[in-house]
């Protein structure tokens, strides 16, 4: 199991986000705070894809299809 956080607790947290995120600082504190916890993580999705419990899921249901 990984250590890396969750796109949930990224959202949550502006270092976390500024870490794994945003390392060039592109976004302000102000902007992250603006956006809802849905929106973070759905940009966490469109930047790095689906998260790897998500890929595990989807790959078990197809099995079973």
Do not use: H
């Amino acid at each position: 199991m990984s250590n890396e956080p969750t796109y949930a607790q990224i959202a949550n947290d502006w270092d976390l986000w500024a870490e794994y995120v945003d390392p060039a600082a592109t976004m302000t504190q102000a902007e992250f705070d603006a956006l809802t916890i849905s929106e973070k993580v759905a940009l966490q999705t469109d930047c790095f894809g689906p998260e790897e419990w998500e890929k595990n899921e989807r790959r078990f249901w197809e099995e079973l299809a």
